[in-house]
């Protein structure tokens, strides 16, 4: 994930590193990461590279030169500007910052979206829930048409989650299954799974203490060996994005190293190939 390569700015835990993003992709390539995930938020907002052709093209040359690659974005843009509890205004305003972020990200050949429905975000009523059906049907022509899929990341129940994708069974809309988010939650892979594991399109790495924050990996309550029995059973085949707890600023390149380890075994010790990007 996008700012864990370089130290948090301003105490944030999580955003576009509006300094030292060109600095993410030497130290992924020297970390052993093969692609990062990107942050669009309000933060980085107006210095994000991806809002113009030649910030977009220094992206495409720093990955090349380090061999790291951009699959996906973390519209948490999103987190800031919820997509629910809006006025009409307001929520006209930021499904066109939906889809013109899709069309900024065909140019660098995204093949995903997540979109956070979690912490300010989430669904919290019947209402709210047949609201992001709504949209996703209104916004999946778009997804379509960049042949960019949407990843919804919720907070929600398996059964709830498994209503919205049930009643929006385009191809084009997956689950991002978040194995910190699950933990803390106190929901279990199996009964996930069982809901909507065919559903999962991406898979964000973490692990937190039930009711509570973000830990280092295998030290909360995150199953990670039930997890991947269950990512085998569905036969996934996508990447892991490593979203885990922050180390000491400045120590980046290593702390990133030692929890990439913790996901390559965690694979080779259920059968599962480590060779995926990440």
Known sequence: MQ??????????????????????FPNAKKAG??????????????????????????IKKLSVENGVNIYSVC??????????RTTI????????KLIWLLHRCVSLDINRIVLPFVDA?????????????????LLLPVAEET???????????????????????????????DSGNSSS????????????????????????IKDGGTVPLGSGDADFKSLFEQIKLVRYSG???????????GSEVDWIKKNRLFLIDSLNNIGLSSGGKK
């Open 3 to 24: 700012g864990r390569l370089v130290p948090p700015e301003g105490n944030r835990f999580q955003s576009f590193p509006r300094n030292s993003w060109r600095l993410e």
């Open 33 to 58: 990461i093969d692609c990062i995930e990107w942050i669009y938020d309000a933060y980085g907002e107006d210095v994000n590279p991806i809002n113009t052709d030649h910030g977009i093209d220094e």
């Open 75 to 84: 519209a948490d843009y999103f987190m800031d500007k919820p997509l629910l």
């Open 89 to 96: 205004h307001e929520r006209n305003e930021r499904v066109e």
């Open 121 to 137: 975000s989430q669904i919290k009523t019947d209402s709210e829930l047949n609201d992001v059906i709504a949209l996703m049907q």
């Open 147 to 177: 042949g960019i899929e949407l990843h919804l990341e919720t907070s929600l129940t398996p059964s709830r989650f498994k209503f919205i994708l049930d009643a929006v069974p385009n191809s084009f809309l997956k689950a991002n299954y």
């Open 185 to 208: 939650l106190g929901y279990h892979p199996i009964e996930e799974f069982e809901a909507y594991g065919k559903r999962i399109g991406s898979i964000h790495i973490k692990d937190r």
């Open 239 to 249: 990447d892991y994005i490593l979203q885990v707890a922050r180390g000491i600023p």
